[in-house]
């Protein structure tokens, strides 16, 4: 379960992470993500030769491609939930970069498994007057069936911007099992071990599995 979940997440930022090459409307949630899975495969293929020989630059491409467009502080911060009351300014901002850059390394692994799948944007609804919406992604690949997933995103009220900050796959929801996974060593550790522990994690080379 837990590889489906990481090939799965590789998915997500597979298909997020190519946004800078070509102007995005970051307004319009649907058109980001459309626009994204039409980059990413062939950004992909053509850097392969490189993750080969260095993984690491996995970790590179996602930094730099994918988190303008991921509300990293958000999705930390709902990972703290009840907790952040506990914790001071600088503990949250410290939990937000360590939070930040596990997942980048979670994202970085996952996604040298995709080079092969093709992916569909569903057809969009209109957001309304809310600040979160869903986008439907269907994924394809030759002799296997379909894998659907849900993309979460939140606007930015003062800008008008989308961002994801969560995934769905076969009904088990990722930011929700980093909550369950992390909230509760914080609840039995203390947020400053924690923020240790994901800092040792960060530190470890990025390792490609065959």
């Not at 459309?34 to 970790?59: E, G, M, Y």
Request: aromatic share 8%; hydrophobic share 45%.
């Amino acid at each position: 379960m837990f590889k489906k979940i990481a090939l799965l997440l590789g998915l997500m930022t597979s298909m997020l992470f190519s946004l800078t090459a070509q102007a995005t409307d970051a307004t319009d949630p649907y058109a980001l993500v459309d626009q994204a899975a039409k980059q990413t495969f062939a950004r992909l293929k053509a850097d392969q030769a490189q993750v080969k020989s260095n993984p690491d630059h996995l970790r590179v491409i996602i930094r730099e491609e994918l988190l303008p467009y991921v509300d990293n502080r958000f999705a930390a911060y709902k990972v703290l939930g009840n907790q952040i009351k506990q914790t001071t300014p600088a503990q949250r901002d410290a939990f937000v970069e360590v939070f930040t850059e596990y997942m980048v390394s979670s994202y970085a692994d996952a996604l040298a498994h995709f080079d092969k799948q093709t992916v569909k944007v569903e057809p969009g609804k209109a957001a309304g007057d809310s600040n979160i919406t869903a986008v439907n992604v269907s994924v394809k690949e030759a002799g296997k069936p379909d894998i659907f997933l849900e993309f979460k995103l939140r606007k930015n009220n003062k800008t008008g911007e989308w961002k994801a900050f969560d995934m769905v796959a076969e009904g088990i929801s990722l930011l929700s099992a980093k909550q369950n996974e992390l909230g509760g060593l914080i609840r039995q550790n203390g947020i400053d071990a924690v923020i240790a522990q994901l800092r040792a994690h960060n530190a470890k080379p990025l390792v490609l599995k065959k």
